[in-house]
């Protein structure tokens, strides 16, 4: 089975970055089987050729933007829990509530891919453990007296919240109202700072 190139020069590098921004942009609009290879490559302003050169078909450019979204995640988590230590809880509660939707368009294309193919099931398993363990291993490092067990149930709570507004955010159809935004926000940090406490 052939696997994606992994450029070795600048402007390859350049060219594959282009690419995985402009796959993840067209399958958040058109959802992984609405998005075609030159669809991607046109978004990226790349040669077909040079598109298939580096991901041989759109599975393989389908697992490097998810090993992409993974990168991501990793960093900005590392962000949050390089800050939390330092910070009040409200600060840690709207960095963690926020973060799914400063990954919006990343976020929309990985739901889509992930939603969009069975045997994919592994993989969002995965995901949603590795979101969980690093939710959870920045509540203990706030908090050390929390179980690993009562981490991992408040990161469970926490992912939801962060499903919640990213609904609310995107418009999607859910209830809402112009001020459930910052009530979702204000039980947040209210609910942190009680299993924080």
Known sequence: MRRAITPQRRPGK???????????AVIAEQGYDGATMAGIA??????IGSLYRFFPNKEILADAL????????NAALDVIQQQAPHRPTDFVADAILDFGTRLHDETKAMVN??????????????????????IAEILRQRSPALTEAA??????ILLH????????KSGRDVPNSPGAPD???????????????
């Not at 350049?14 to 993840?24: D, S, W």
């Not at 981490?151 to 469970?156: F, K, L, N, Q, S």
């Open 66 to 73: 998810v090993q992409r979204y993974m990168v991501l995640v």
């Open 183 to 197: 009530e979702l926000r204000r039980l947040n940090r209210s609910y942190l700072a009680d299993r924080l406490r």
């Open 151 to 156: 981490a991992r149930d408040v990161a469970v």
């Open 113 to 134: 891919l992930l939603e969009s193919r069975s045997d994919w099931s592994v993989k969002r398993r995965k995901f949603r453990e590795l979101l969980l363990g690093r």
């Open 161 to 168: 919240h962060m499903k919640i507004m990213k609904a609310f």
């Open 42 to 47: 046109a978004r990226a302003g790349a040669p």
């Open 14 to 24: 350049a060219r594959v970055a282009a690419v995985l921004e402009a796959g993840a």
